[in-house]
T-cell receptor, first 113, second 111 residues
């Protein structure tokens, strides 16, 4: 199983809502990542978890809150987002944080109204 | 920090060979990766070069010259399905886990 799954596929939320994005992998990978991607732009790293510990936070606003409940799951909690946060949110995993080959999930298309 | 440069667009015909170049500047270098992303899809890992030279995987090959801070992705026997965006990426030796992607090259394959 070389799949990373993400739910939901699409999400529309108001600026006062709280929602969560979920990501799951069963490849035994110990590094998991959240990226944000705007149209026609490259993925931008947001967070890295290594062995279930947050190892990198790329100065992401606190309205984005990551969580890694166990080695297979990664959540991104969203609260009080802005319209400019509308983007494709990609989850990825790799064997560990020194292995480059990252497996990406299909992403959650987020629209903030 | 890291910066990468790659052409924004490349066009080629089916059956042709195309080379997508990537130059990078980085404070610490692990290796150079390439990802493919179709419109509406997720990035897919293609290749990784940590050492100088050419790595071949089927129709795709990737090359690295560490001394020139340069690499390229070579796509042979182009097919329509190869139309996609291609990103080079470098990983920061000082900050394990952090990959920085280039802006991407949009490849259009024409019949």
């Amino acid at each position: 199983d070389t799949e990373v799954t993400q739910t939901p596929k699409h999400l529309v939320m108001g600026m006062t809502n709280k929602k969560s994005l979920k990501c799951e992998q069963h490849m035994g990978h110990r590094a998991m990542y959240w990226y944000k991607q705007k149209a026609k732009k490259p993925p931008e790293l947001m967070f890295v978890y290594s062995y279930e510990k947050l190892s990198i936070n790329e100065s992401v606003p606190s309205r984005f809150s990551p969580e890694c409940p166990n080695s297979s799951l990664l959540n991104l909690h969203l609260h009080a987002l802005q319209p400019e946060d509308s983007a494709l949110y990609l989850c990825a995993s790799s064997q560990d944080d020194r292995v480059e080959e990252q497996y990406f999930g299909p992403g959650t298309r987020l629209t903030v109204t | 920090g890291q910066s990468l440069e790659q052409p924004s667009e490349v066009t080629a015909v089916e059956g042709a060979i195309v080379q997508i170049n990537c130059t990078y500047q980085t404070s610490g270098f692990y290796g150079l990766s390439w990802y493919q992303q179709h419109d509406g899809g997720a990035p897919t890992f293609l290749s990784y070069n940590a050492l100088d030279g050419l790595e071949e995987t089927g129709r795709f090959s990737s090359f690295l010259s560490r001394s020139d801070s340069y690499g390229y992705l070579l796509l042979q026997e182009l097919q329509m399905k190869d139309s996609a965006s291609y990103f080079c990426a470098v990983r920061d030796r000082a900050n394990a886990g952090k990959s920085t992607f280039g802006d991407g090259t949009t490849l259009t394959v024409k019949p």
